[in-house]
């Protein structure tokens, strides 16, 4: 599994991204979303899927309190169901931040923060290019 934390800047908003999850990851991302705040209800449904190890399937959990998400891109069988588990996850964000600040969903300040999510992964990813680049392939 591979960890990103991303400052996304436009909205101020911290997300941990998790890459490859497998079940043997549960417990760390379970306690990651425990420390967003997340409520156990939610904790319960994030477990079993986690624990599944069903590929190409992914969460996210907001706490627009503490402007805090997990995201979770399990473990996917190519690079393209990967690169559709991430945009499926950030759609997810990108809710969670217009629902927080009372954006329009349709204009242009989730485009620019939706850039800016985009940018802040590639950022981050470019440094650990290695490890992820690996995994995609």
Not at 27 to 49: F, M, Q
Not at 69 to 74: F, L, P
Not at 117 to 136: C, E, P
Request: glycine content about 6%; overall charge negative.
């Amino acid at each position: 599994m591979i960890e990103q934390n991303v400052y996304i800047r436009e909205a101020e908003w911290d997300v941990k991204i998790f890459y490859d999850a497998h079940p043997k990851d549960a417990e760390r991302i379970i306690n990651a979303l425990w420390n967003t705040g997340c409520a156990e209800k939610y904790l319960y449904k994030a477990s079993r899927l986690l624990r599944s190890g069903v590929p190409n399937e992914g969460l996210t959990y907001s706490n627009p309190l503490t402007r805090r998400t997990v995201m979770v891109i399990g473990h996917t069988d190519c690079a393209l169901e990967f690169f559709n588990s991430l945009a499926h996850e950030s759609q997810h964000l990108e809710q969670a931040i217009c629902k927080a600040d009372g954006l329009d969903p349709y204009g242009e300040d989730i485009a620019y923060i939706s850039g800016d999510i985009s940018q802040s992964i590639a950022r981050n990813a470019w440094l650990n290019a290695r490890k992820l680049f690996l995994y995609l392939l």
